[in-house]
């Protein structure tokens, strides 16, 4: 985003109480912003205008990683293979999540290096961010919400958008990639959600039917559109692949077609001429399942660790000595930390993961607002 969009941004904000912003090309919106979170937009734009590391804004958008494990076995997820230990977030860190940050977010984004339907309390989780007037969004494989009554739970929480991952139009190259996986209950998944919500008459969750691309499905786009606008979804999209599609060993899993990549040849050059402005430390920081928080996703060993919920000092986290140094290091870029080399947003071959999106049927005006307390 450039510094004339984001003041073009600011100033409509300004002049009317709704809000419509985007994540993975998902539309989303308030309605009305109460002023508690319409004054902490601004202050975020000021934030990023002005280039700071210690932040005027609280984060308007934070990722909470309900669990982190997961009963697939994706080759290029770092979720089978890394070396923090597993677990499934307490409603108590939960709760201590909204109690210090929930004033003023906007977004929960409510997955992380896991299968978020693991975690039972997933529902109310949601439920919890439409009672604080925030918007919620998950990502499954599909492989929950089984049954109508399921579906239906997820619906009444009042879920805000769900992204439904199914790469591949036949089981072969679905489980080529999504390893231990069953096409036919990732389409269960997807008939079951659309059924609740035809039952409810409801227009969310707003749902994104997902094709990661890889070597094995990258020719079945086109069946895959197809395959979405007849399950009824509101969106069907093309993610590129990470976040270890460099290895050797996972060569096999690279799209033919260069631009089905996320990742280009000048990997570690930052481009001359960039309006890339990192949102992650900035805006947008990780809490994982047991209440520790990072600057971003993918310090996903939580090496570069900024405190714990758990104990009670979130703010203080937020403006702290490590929260400063890592928005540092990014600004200045050249002492980056080394999980800033899988960033898909920089120096790569595109500015985005989502090679491809087509909305079929745009959300329903005020239908994905959350109340404003």
Not at 176 to 191: F, I, M, P, Q, T
Not at 212 to 219: I, K, L, Q, S, T
Not at 244 to 263: C, I, Q, T, V, W
Not at 346 to 360: A, K
Request: with cysteine; glycine share 8%.
């Amino acid at each position: 985003m450039t510094k004339r969009q984001l003041l073009l941004n600011c100033l409509n904000l300004l002049s009317g109480n709704g809000f419509a912003f985007s994540f993975d090309r998902i539309p989303l919106s308030y309605a009305r912003l109460d002023a508690r979170r319409r004054n902490n937009l601004l202050l975020a734009g000021l934030d990023q205008f002005l280039g700071r590391t210690r932040m005027l804004a609280a984060p308007p958008v934070l990722q909470i990683e309900p669990t982190n494990v997961c009963n697939l076995a994706c080759p290029l997820c770092p979720s089978k293979t890394m070396g923090r230990k597993r677990g499934m977030m307490a409603p108590e860190t939960f709760e201590a999540i909204l109690r210090q940050a929930g004033d003023t977010l906007m977004l929960a984004i409510l997955y992380g290096w896991g299968e978020p339907f693991l975690n039972d309390n997933l529902p109310k989780m949601i439920a919890r961010c439409r009672d604080r007037g925030i918007l919620s969004l998950t990502s499954t494989n599909g492989h929950f919400l089984q049954t109508p009554e399921k579906a239906l739970e997820v619906v009444d929480a009042g879920l805000s958008a769900l992204v439904i991952a199914i790469d591949g139009a036949t089981q072969e190259s679905y489980a080529a990639y999504r390893k231990n996986g069953s096409l036919d209950h990732a389409l269960r998944c997807v008939e079951n959600v659309q059924e609740a919500k035809a039952r409810r008459n409801s227009a969310t969750p707003f749902t994104n039917l997902r094709l990661v691309a890889n070597r094995h499905n990258e020719d079945e786009t086109g069946k895959m559109e197809e395959m979405a606008r007849e399950l009824g979804v509101n969106m069907f999209s093309v993610k590129s692949l990470g976040c270890l599609p460099d290895r050797e060993e996972f060569a096999e899993f690279l799209p033919a077609s260069k631009g089905m990549r996320r990742f280009g040849p000048n990997r570690e050059r930052r481009p001359r001429k960039s309006t890339f402005r990192c949102r992650y430390p900035f805006r947008q920081p990780t809490v994982f399942w047991d209440g520790t928080v990072v600057g971003c996703e993918f310090d996903y060993e939580a090496n570069m660790a900024w405190g714990n919920v758990n104990a009670g000092r979130f703010r203080e986290m937020w403006n702290g000595e490590a929260a400063q140094n890592l928005r540092t290091a990014v600004l200045e870029w050249a002492h980056r930390p080394e999980f800033c080399m899988k960033c898909p947003y920089v120096g790569r071959g595109r500015n985005s993961s989502i090679v491809r999106s087509i909305v079929f049927e745009p959300p329903t005006p005020g239908a994905a607002d959350a109340p404003c307390s």
